[in-house]
């Protein structure tokens, strides 16, 4: 229990005094997020600086109570594994996918270096989500280079829930390019993680209109 109580009390992404980029011209962003909380933070991207992949330009960042530097190399695979996103599909830096694998294989990447999930679990998660999104056929055979805008924003939104353990999602301008009669189905997964204790940061340039989709932050940062 007590393990418990302190894994819910440590935050799942803690900045403090993090400046993205050099070119950033906002002040340097301090916030915490606990688990099954739901922020907006107005800013292009966040996802490759919050897992590590890319320095922030000033601040200390952690995740889950550590910062990714003072990890261990097996610690930082498998906390990296609780992290999920979905990058803004009409951003000029955005790479999402890599080239030459198909759709579906890009989806399925994360998973199968998953130890605890085995491929044919895998594959039954990717065809369930996929068909509560829409994707009447599955998830994309094809490269992404010859696939919709709107199958591969479907395609974002599936690998986003793929994790069994997720830990916090980020959704970078998430509904960019999307079919609108699908979008209240990834709202519903969106709410269905913060009740699951998944801490959820949606990132954009614009306030999104919240009320409308029926999904207000707690936080503004």
Aim: charged letters at 30%; hydrophobic letters at 45%.
């Amino acid at each position: 229990m007590t393990e418990d109580r302190e894994r819910a009390e440590t935050p799942v992404v803690k900045f403090s005094e993090v400046v993205l980029d050099f070119q950033s011209a906002s002040s340097p962003l301090s916030f915490a997020l606990h688990q099954g909380e739901f922020a907006f933070l107005k800013a292009e991207a966040l996802a490759l600086v919050a897992l590590g992949i890319k320095q922030a330009y000033a601040g200390e960042i952690e995740i889950l109570g550590e910062t990714w530097e003072s990890r261990t190399v097996r610690s930082v695979e498998r906390d990296r594994r609780r992290i999920s996103y979905v990058a803004d599909s009409d951003s000029e830096t955005s790479t999402e996918w890599v080239g030459n694998l198909d759709v579906d294989e890009n989806v399925l990447l994360g998973a199968l270096f998953d130890r605890g999930i085995g491929s044919k679990a895998a594959f039954a998660k990717m065809e369930k989500l996929a068909s509560r999104l829409g994707l009447e056929k599955g998830v994309p055979s094809t490269r992404p280079d010859s696939t919709s805008v709107a199958d591969l924003v479907r395609s974002q939104w599936v690998r986003a829930f793929m994790p069994d353990d997720l830990a916090l999602v980020i959704l970078e301008n998430p509904l960019e390019g999307a079919p609108r009669k699908f979008i209240p189905d990834f709202i519903n997964m969106v709410r269905e993680s913060l009740s699951n204790g998944v801490a959820v940061i949606w990132v954009s340039e614009e306030w999104p209109d919240f009320d409308k989709l029926g999904l207000i932050p707690e936080f503004e940062f």
